[in-house]
């Protein structure tokens, strides 16, 4: 199947539930989604249509994966560790944690120990700075945990 | 002052999740100890310097600072792909100025007729200008028009998550409370533009630096300011749009930047050359997204109605000071008013040393950050963005969320553009359809309503126009050529 097609079928479900949980509503908070619900799956039906007909090209055959996909997957492992350590153990250590492995992470050089305390004093000043801004001059509060 | 508020807007706009609405509202309590003149003046300047300061990022990390600035991504970036990022800097802020000019230009003279034209927009014509919005994307997305559609319209029913404007019905939200409020446009902004962008980045880690640097061009300041004001038309009719749309109480930048991108790709020679990395693109944006700057301050200042979200905050600084905003500023406060006037005429101008001197420094800084520093720091900056918004976490995970979905999107070849456009249209058109078949009660059928008002067909026509345009477009582009062989 190509990327085209399993998209289509994605955005068909989409508008299908979308359309389907509007019963509830009344007919003022219900008419706006359920006609775009109603656009989205002509336009899938569409494209799924389309699919079949469409000059296969290099780009439509397949899924189109790229190396490195597991880079990026850690990547965003690291973040989402990132996002749910931040009301825990609080903005500036978890951040210059988080900065300093990432970077580390995506160096294609072997990890030195100057390399990794440069980084480590580099994010801390960095993260220091712009916590310093948003909480104590714009009074914008960031996340706090039992740490800083 | 403005100098200090043109600096301090330029870094808050250049920043992904900082608008300049947070801009303006956070900055307000400093001018408490300010006289009413000089608050306006450090807050006009940082409005207006917020709106510019989006083209920055938008042009050298594909991630629009601002919703103003969605438009600047599509020539911005691939201009600064072929190492020609300076230039796209200095033609964006060659743009800024003029528009803001403009745009303050028609705020001084004219604000009485449009005033007067802006209140002759009722439900009916703001559902067809988010039609009219929406068919933008058939411009948008040339290559695949449907691909385009289908990301406009999800965009639509993410913008009916949460609470039914009118009805109050909670919708889709899963039960879960926080979703209540909505998804934030600029939750959705930085999950589809910048987290693609920081993924990208990762994936290519492999080649060091993010953009390629560009050999140093003597006179570039001078070349490229003489190729900008070549394009009158562009610049002329781009500005006069984003004042036009900046009236419309509601409508806004994030607007205003693609309504003009649409009429530039369909009045030029050359409309395939867009999105290539063409200075015509961002000349188009950048002058009308500043001219929303002035056109806004026109209902405000005339009516009382801000015209945007930044100029909502203005109206409560306004309150604050004592100064009622309407008719009676310009009798009774005469004195402060022509003076904030005055002052967003100097910020424009100011806008160009501050601009240049900024954007070459940071460009300079993006070209040279390895990609192991530059997209850690992306990903951080898009998480104190979302935090910022509502100081809730539950928007960081809609923003990671909505930020894996346009990854994925982006990689079967749906650009993030029309879904934004959906987001930001789904509430203006949904307000629109909404009250106008409250109003078309009256009528004996009540979908007349949407018929029977002559500012009404003049944006059904356009709004036609602006579909079939890709159509005409490539037929006329064909019969020309054609037309240049045979002969």
């Not at chain 1, 299908?16 to 509007?22: D, E, K, L, N, V």
């Not at chain 2, 003149?37 to 450090?42: D, H, S, T």
């Not at chain 2, 050999?215 to 070549?230: E, R, Y």
């Not at chain 2, 009308?288 to 905050?313: E, F, K, R, W, Y």
């Amino acid at each position: 199947m190509t990327g085209d097609r399993i998209v289509s079928l994605a955005c068909v479900l989409i508008a299908i539930a979308f359309g389907a949980q509007t019963r509830g509503f009344h007919y003022n908070g219900r008419i706006f989604p359920l006609l775009t619900a109603v656009l989205l799956l002509v336009l899938s039906s569409l494209l799924f249509i389309q699919s079949f007909f469409k000059k296969h090209t290099e780009q439509n055959r397949k899924i189109p994966v790229r190396g490195d996909m597991g880079v990026i997957i850690g990547a965003f492992a690291i973040v989402i560790v990132w996002v749910n350590l931040l009301t825990v153990i609080g903005f500036i250590v978890t951040s210059v944690v988080s900065l300093t492995v990432l970077t580390l992470m995506l160096d294609l050089r072997r990890i030195s120990f100057n390399r990794a305390v440069f980084t480590i004093a580099m994010y801390t000043v960095v993260v220091v700075v712009l916590w310093y801004v948003f909480h104590s001059i714009l009074l914008v509060p960031l996340p706090s945990g039992c740490l800083l | 002052m403005i100098i200090a508020g043109l600096f301090g807007g330029l870094i808050t706009g250049a920043l992904p999740g900082l608008t300049a609405t947070m801009a303006v509202a956070l900055l307000v309590p400093f001018t408490f100890t300010m006289n009413p003149a000089e608050g306006l003046i450090v807050l006009g300047a940082i409005y207006m310097a917020c709106i510019y300061g989006g083209s920055f990022s938008a042009i050298l990390v594909n991630a629009p600072g601002t919703p103003s600035s969605i438009g600047t991504t599509f020539d911005g970036y691939p201009m600064a792909q072929k190492g020609e990022g300076e230039r796209a800097i200095l033609t964006a802020t060659f743009a800024s100025v003029y528009g803001g000019i403009i745009g303050v230009i028609f705020l001084l003279f004219l604000s009485p007729l449009l005033a007067h034209i802006a209140l002759r927009f009722g439900p009916p014509e703001y559902f067809w200008m988010a039609v009219f919005g929406i068919t933008i994307i058939s411009t948008l997305s040339s290559d695949n028009v449907l691909k385009g559609f289908i990301g406009g319209a999800l965009g639509l029913l993410i913008s009916t998550i949460g609470i039914a404007p009118i009805g109050g019905d909670v919708r889709f939200t899963a039960g879960i409370p926080q979703l209540q409020g909505g998804i934030e446009l600029i939750t959705a902004l930085i999950g589809f533009f910048c987290i693609p962008e920081a993924f990208n980045m990762i994936g290519q880690r492999a080649k060091e630096y993010h953009l390629t640097e560009s050999k140093k061009q003597p006179g570039i300041l001078l070349t490229t300011f003489k190729d900008v004001m070549k394009k009158q038309a562009n610049l002329l009719r781009s500005s006069i749009l984003g004042t036009i749309v900046g009236v419309l109480p509601g409508a806004g930048g994030s607007i205003a930047n693609l309504v003009a991108y649409n009429e530039a790709v369909r009045v030029s020679k050359t409309p395939e050359k867009f999105g290539t990395g063409i200075p015509d693109g961002i000349i188009a944006t950048e002058a009308s997204n500043n001219a929303v700057v002035g056109g806004g301050m026109i209902p405000l200042v005339t009516l009382g109605i801000p015209g945007a979200p930044p100029d909502a905050v203005l109206y409560g600084v306004l309150l604050l000071h004592g100064l009622r905003p309407g008719p009676e500023l310009f009798t009774t406060h005469s004195g402060v008013i022509y003076t904030f006037i005055m002052s967003l005429f100097i910020s424009a101008i100011l806008m160009l040393p501050v601009g240049i001197v900024s954007g070459r420094l940071l460009n300079r800084i993006v070209v040279r950050l390895p990609i192991r520093f530059l997209a850690p720091l992306i990903l951080f900056l898009t998480i104190v963005g979302s935090y910022s918004i509502r100081n809730n976490m539950t928007d960081v995970y809609i923003m990671l969320t909505l930020g894996v979905i346009g990854y994925i999107l982006k990689r079967f070849g749906f650009h993030p553009g029309p879904v934004t456009l959906g987001l930001i249209l789904g509430p203006i058109g949904e307000m629109g359809f909404v009250q106008s078949l409250l109003m078309g009660q009256t009528l004996p059928n009540k979908w007349m309503i949407f018929f029977n008002r002559p500012l009404s067909w003049i944006l059904i026509i356009m709004s036609l126009l602006s579909l079939c345009w890709p159509l005409f477009a490539g037929k006329l582009v064909r019969g020309h050529r054609s037309g240049r062989l045979s002969s």
